[in-house]
Each structure stands twice: as structure tokens, then as C-alpha cells.
């Protein structure tokens, strides 16, 4: 069956320090991959997805960047985070629209 | 472009009210639509989900959502509510544009909150 892991669960950093949480799917290949931010009281906004290895596709302009080293694994990364960067953090899998997504269990993170 | 609008932000209701969250969508192409749910400090799950055919689709729990082209919606409903069902609510949709990435664009999120 199909899993999804993402870590850590939650993440408290200082601001300007580097970021990387890493998500990774089981049981599938070449699944399309997510990454979405949950701030506080508002709705998930799309920050990276990828439909293939090494095929990054940004929706917002943003202090973060996105990696997918190989095809079941998606990587976010900051170089210097803000204060902004808080949030929770999704990353999610497809394999089709007909399916919607399956989502990992999140990120906190808390930009300090 | 499509957006999703989720009209409550928050809808208190007493246990065993019937329940109704709304969404409206906006887009050009015919759609796919969903309604997921958020338990605190956890993912997403999906709910339910209508791609083509009947308007009126159901999830295992008791909750049920009608398309409504004409209107635009996606109205998810319970007759009977529990205690259990207080999370976080989200409509989503996609286009077959969007077929080959998958992408979904969400809601806002209404979070309804059961009361004994």
C-alpha cells in the first residue's frame, strides 16, 4: 500500500537559520509531489509541485526552494528563514486529479 | 484562473443538528471537486469527492455533497452531527487542465465546532 512520510512533526528555529524537511512516498512511482503552507487561521496555499525528478514548478515568489533528488523523495529548503516562514507544513502525493490527494501528517514549524 | 470559496469560516452547531458547510468555485472547464478534512495538528484526509455522474456523492461517515453547476457549488451536508466531527473542513478543486500536474486549489477551510 501507499504511504507517506514526512518529518520532523514539529521544528522550532532562530530566524536566518537554513531549513530542510523532507517528505517521502511508498508503494508508488512517479507520483506527482506537493509541498503546501497552512499559516494560522487561513487556507493551504500551493508552494512548489513536481511531476517528475528534478522538475520543480513554483506557484508563490518566496524566501524557500524545493528539491526532488530522486523520485519518491521532495525536499524544502530555506537558505535563512523569517519570521514568516511559520507555519505548518504540508506535503502531499498524487498520481492523478481523478484521485486528489493523500496527504502526509505536517510540519510545524515555529520561526523563532 | 479557479478559486474556491468556503462562505463560513466557522459554523457552531449543537451535536445531532443537521450541518451544512458551503463552497462555491469559480472556473471556466469542467471540474473536480473534493471536500477533505483536518483533525488538529494532523494532514489532511479526503472525504469525499465528485469527478462525473450522479451530483450527489456520499463518504462512509454520513456526509454528502451535491454539485450544483448551475450555482457553481459544492455544499457538503450531515443530517445528524457528532461530537467527533469537529475539525477543519476544506473544498478543493481541480480542472482538467490541471489534469497532468493534479494541481488542487483550496479553500479557505471552515472549521466546524460540535457542541454538546
Redesign the interface.
Known amino acids: 500500500s501507499q504511504t507517506i512520510h514526512q518529518w520532523p512533526a514539529t521544528l522550532v528555529q532562530p530566524v536566518g537559520s537554513p531549513l530542510s524537511l523532507e517528505c517521502t512516498v511508498e508503494g508508488t512511482s512517479n507520483p506527482n509531489l506537493y509541498w503546501y503552507r497552512q499559516a494560522a487561521g487561513r487556507g493551504l496555499q500551493l508552494l512548489f509541485y513536481s511531476v517528475g525528478i528534478g522538475q520543480i514548478s513554483s506557484e508563490v515568489p518566496q524566501n524557500l526552494s524545493a528539491s526532488r533528488p530522486q523520485d519518491r523523495q521532495f525536499i524544502l529548503s530555506s537558505k535563512k528563514l523569517l519570521l514568516s516562514d511559520s507555519g505548518f507544513y504540508l506535503c502531499a502525493w498524487s498520481v492523478s486529479t481523478n484521485y486528489g490527494y493523500t496527504f502526509g501528517s505536517g510540519t510545524r514549524l515555529t520561526v523563532v | 484562473a479557479q478559486s474556491v470559496t ?1 462562505l463560513d469560516s466557522q459554523v457552531p452547531v449543537f451535536e445531532e443538528a443537521p450541518v451544512e458547510l458551503r463552497c462555491n468555485y469559480s472556473s471556466s472547464v469542467s471540474v ?1 471537486l ?1 471536500w ?1 478534512v483536518q483533525y488538529p ?6 472525504l469525499l ?1 465528485y ?1 462525473s455522474g450522479s451530483t450527489l456523492v456520499e463518504s462512509i461517515n454520513g456526509f454528502e455533497a451535491e454539485f450544483n453547476k448551475s450555482q457553481t457549488s459544492f455544499h457538503l451536508r450531515k443530517p445528524s452531527v457528532h461530537i467527533s466531527d469537529t475539525a477543519e473542513y ?1 473544498c ?1 478543486v ?1 480542472d ?1 487542465f ?12 471552515t472549521t466546524l465546532q460540535v457542541k454538546p
Open positions: 468556503q473536480y473534493f477533505y495538528n494532523q494532514g489532511l484526509q479526503l469527492k469527478l476544506f478543493a481541480s482538467l490541471s489534469s497532468n500536474t493534479g494541481k488542487l486549489i483550496f479553500g479557505q477551510g
